[in-house]
Structure formats: structure tokens, C-alpha cells
């Protein structure tokens, strides 16, 4: 397994991928992935990343969307991580997000957050694993497929950028 960057040529993978995420009920409250536009637009340029696997595939992708167009907040970020069905438990996740939070913090990224379904235990078990703590349960944030929705939100502060 090695990471590449994410260009516009993965994104037919990237999208199933995204996809199979959504399909799970578990992964965001989007309900379709957009164009590739709508999707470069609203993720920040760097980092981005694809796990592709042995065979040529790619088994999972990583990117940041800024929290807020507000100048103060320009070196938080929110993190994306999906994995490919079939490649789950192969540590993609985890080589994926280290390695966005080490171009992260390369970048002047100085936090990190995530909001999660409490449902998807894997990606909270993930979060946690790499320095996220829990921040607090956002209840009842927004309506997904008729039903209100909780999260909870993650947050990973650097120990090397902003510290000062």
C-alpha cells in the first residue's frame, strides 16, 4: 500500500468509494457525492490523498474542508477518511490519516477536527487512535433520511504548529 496525492484522475474511485460510505447510512449526512467541482471546491488543495493498493486500486482516500472562511480559523480543518468496503482492516485508514496529519501540520495546520456518527465506532476508534479527543455530542445537529441525528465531534490540537 502507498499514498498518493488525490487528483481529479481518482476521482471516479474516490467518488465509489465516497459513495459506499454514504450508502452505509453511517458516514456523513450527504446522501449523494457531488461533481468533481463541487467537491475540489469545498476541500482545501493540500492535503489530499489515495491509499492505492498493490494491484493498481485504490483502497481509500483523505482530504480537509476549512471549518470557516474567517481568517482566525484558517488553520483549522475538518477531516474526511473513507476506506473501501473490501479494504477495511488493513490499516488504510490509519496510513491515511497520519499521514494527513503530518502534511497537516507541514502545511500550518494547528487543528484537526472530525464530526462523527456515534454509530461508526470504527471511525471514532481511528480518531481516537491518532490524537483526536472527544469534544462533546452534538445532539440532535441535523436530519438525515427523515431522522434527526447526533454526532460527535472530535478535535486534534498540534503539539508543533501554533504553539506559540
Not at 491518532?130 to 486534534?156: A, K, N, P, S
Amino acid at each position: 500500500m502507498h499514498l498518493i496525492d488525490l487528483t481529479p484522475a481518482h476521482w471516479n474511485s474516490v467518488r465509489a468509494i465516497y459513495e459506499e460510505g454514504l450508502a452505509s447510512g453511517h458516514a456523513s449526512f450527504e446522501t449523494t457525492a457531488p461533481a468533481w467541482d463541487a467537491w475540489d471546491t469545498s476541500h482545501l488543495t493540500a492535503p489530499r490523498l489515495v491509499a492505492v493498493d498493490d494491484d493498481g486500486e485504490i483502497a481509500g482516500w483523505t482530504a480537509l474542508s476549512p471549518v470557516s472562511r474567517r481568517a482566525v480559523y484558517a488553520g483549522v480543518a475538518e477531516v474526511s477518511v473513507y476506506v473501501r468496503a473490501s479494504a477495511r482492516g488493513r490499516g488504510v485508514g490509519h496510513l491515511l490519516l497520519e499521514e494527513l496529519i503530518r502534511r497537516s501540520e507541514a502545511g500550518g495546520i494547528w487543528m484537526l477536527t472530525a464530526g462523527i456518527f456515534p454509530e461508526n465506532v470504527a471511525s471514532c476508534r481511528l480518531h481516537v487512535a491518532h490524537g483526536f479527543r472527544l469534544v462533546g455530542r452534538r445532539e440532535r445537529i441535523g436530519c438525515h433520511h427523515g431522522v434527526w441525528r447526533d454526532t460527535l465531534l472530535f478535535e486534534r490540537r498540534s503539539k508543533s504548529v501554533g504553539v506559540s
